[in-house]
T-cell receptor, first 114, second 114 residues
């Protein structure tokens, strides 16, 4: 099973809402990632968790708050977003050891901020 | 700073053609390079991973080569089919990071016409 599951698939929210994106994998991977992808652009790394600890934060605004409650689950909490935050949000996971570090991606959550 | 460039940005071919997608990167100190496929509005599917010590990898009709010293990789698709239509992204993993920071190219949008 090489599946990374993201929910919801689509999300529409207002600028005052609070919502969360969820990502789950059962491949035993101990590295998990959040990416943001705008239309016709490559994914941009937001956060990396390694062994459930935040290891990389690419200077993401605080209105995005990641959480890794256990080794299988990754959340992205959203609050007071802006319309320019509308994008496809992708989750990925991999083994931590670099030589085997194929990243497996979920199908993404399409977020629209009104 | 690592920069990844993919040429061409878009490619349209008739079914059955063999084709080559190109990827170049500016910093040869990479750990590995990964080719992905992305269908519109979907997540990324890993196609091939080439370690820095390898020259090529093959999977079915796909063959990826790596020339680390010149900063180039190619993805060869044999006997293209309409189902191959997608955006193809290459991504390099930099050697100095203990995490898993991938740097993506902008992608090549491939259309295979029946």
């Amino acid at each position: 099973d090489t599946e990374v599951t993201q929910t919801p698939k689509h999300l529409v929210m207002g600028m005052t809402n609070k919502k969360s994106l969820k990502c789950e994998q059962h491949m035993g991977h101990r590295a998990m990632y959040w990416y943001k992808q705008k239309a016709k652009k490559p994914p941009e790394l937001m956060f990396v968790y390694s062994y459930e600890k935040l290891s990389i934060n690419e200077s993401v605004p605080s209105r995005f708050s990641p959480e890794c409650p256990n080794s299988s689950l990754l959340n992205l909490h959203l609050h007071a977003l802006q319309p320019e935050d509308s994008a496809l949000y992708l989750c990925a996971s991999s083994q931590v050891y670099l030589a085997k570090n194929i990243q497996y991606f979920g199908a993404g959550t399409r977020l629209s901020v009104l | 700073k690592q920069e990844v460039t993919q040429i061409p940005a878009a490619l349209s071919v008739p079914e059955g053609e063999n084709l080559v997608l190109n990827c170049s990167f500016t910093d040869s100190a990479i750990y590995n390079l990964q080719w992905f496929r992305q269908d519109p509005g979907k997540g990324l599917t890993s196609l091939l991973l080439i370690q820095s010590s390898q020259r090529e990898q093959t999977s079915g009709r796909l063959n990826a080569s790596l020339d680390k010293s010149s900063g180039r990789s190619t993805l060869y698709i044999a006997a293209s089919q309409p189902g191959d239509s997608a955006t193809y992204l290459c991504a390099v993993r930099r050697r100095e990071t203990s995490g898993s920071r991938l740097t993506f190219g902008e992608g090549t949008q491939l259309t295979v016409n029946p």
